[in-house]
């Protein structure tokens, strides 16, 4: 089950004895937690029944002897293994047989990365238990998510032409994209309502452009420029994770384009269908020519790199992390 349909309602849904988190996106897997444990408590405040153990100090025993404990002041006791890919790995055939024989007053949650639905633990899951996806979701579900989080958590119609507005101008990035509907509905105030005009004044307009400028000269060879850009943007005091999401949102859309003129589209038809606006045309062919196909095949992989690296995946800081993105992109093409 993906996160977004679920975080609508968790009480629809009924505890499990085992239940799994999967995916890397921080804002769903904090959301998707506290409604389950909210769950599992029967929306009860007290979280002494609450343990949460990081995946690699887990020991199974102590796990299991938890989990079997009858609690006291609430009806279950709560498990939380976080990080627990490895826990899984080195105890997938014990958790097999755990999920089978689960303890009815026990409820694991596992926060994993990768959740393989082709292992014998998933489908014991699948069937005894529950697993919400919580990767990043796609651009369309996120405005029809902003749509409901705006009425259901912060009283205030938002449109889906603005929520639309704001997904393009701050990316696919969950816990920003609560965090301005969440501003847009202070700033609106008694009007509860959430206009495209409203999105397109609050939501750092400036920021946006220089983004852009910042990709426009990376992506046709203009390196120092692009490093001129960013360094302006991390000076303003703009968030590493935040700025890559704007960059995806229009890399993503270059690389569908590059896609689509390989299969012999017409530049025109390519843009089309990739999103991109028809005064955008020329920009994307210089791009194009600038980065060559075998670039624009490894746009979604670099993304991909970058964001783990944001998120945790090396030392490097995380302005580096901009910065080398900007040079891979900036090289002169090869192919």
């Not at 004044?201 to 910042?214: H, N």
């Not at 203009?222 to 005091?237: F, M, P, R, V, W």
């Not at 890559?244 to 229009?250: K, R, T």
Request: a neutral charge.
């Amino acid at each position: 089950m993906n996160a977004l349909p679920w975080l609508k309602n968790p009480a629809q849904s009924s505890i499990r004895p085992v239940n799994v988190l999967s995916g890397d996106d921080p804002y769903l897997k904090r959301e998707a937690l506290h409604g389950m444990i909210r769950l599992a408590l029967d929306n009860e405040d007290d979280l002494s029944s609450v343990r949460r153990i990081e995946g690699n100090h887990a020991n199974l025993t102590d796990v299991f002897d938890e989990l079997r404990t009858l609690p006291f002041f609430t009806k279950r006791r709560v498990v939380v293994i976080d990080e627990a890919d490895p826990f899984v790995s080195k105890h997938r055939k014990e958790l097999e047989a755990y999920v089978e024989t689960a303890s009815t007053t026990g409820v694991l949650i596992l926060s994993v990365k990768q959740w393989p639905a082709n292992t014998k633990l998933a489908k014991l899951v699948d069937k005894h238990g529950i697993e919400i996806s919580c990767s990043t979701p796609k651009e369309g579900e996120l405005a029809a998510w902003l749509v409901a989080l705006a009425s259901d958590r912060f009283q205030c119609a938002l449109s889906l032409d603005a929520a639309r507005l704001l997904v393009e101008l701050v990316g696919a990035e969950p816990g920003i994209l609560a965090s301005e509907v969440e501003k847009l509905s202070v700033y609106v105030g008694a009007a509860a309502q959430i206009t495209r005009s409203d999105v397109a004044k609050m939501v750092e307009a400036g920021r946006i452009e220089t983004i852009w400028k910042a990709l426009d000269a990376a992506t046709t060879g203009q390196g120092a420029k692009a490093l001129e850009y960013l360094d302006t943007l991390i000076a303003s005091g703009e968030y590493p994770i935040r700025a890559l999401a704007g960059m995806s949102f229009s890399l993503l859309k270059l690389h569908h384009a590059g896609k689509l003129r390989a299969a012999r589209l017409s530049l025109e038809e390519a843009c089309k269908r990739a999103g991109i606006q028809p005064w955008a045309m020329a920009g994307v062919q210089k791009q194009h020519a600038h980065l060559g196909p075998s670039r624009v095949d490894m746009l979604p992989d670099w993304l991909v790199q970058a964001d783990m690296d944001l998120k945790g995946g090396t030392t490097l800081d995380p302005r580096v992390v901009l910065e080398l993105l900007m040079l891979k992109l900036a090289q002169p093409r090869t192919d």
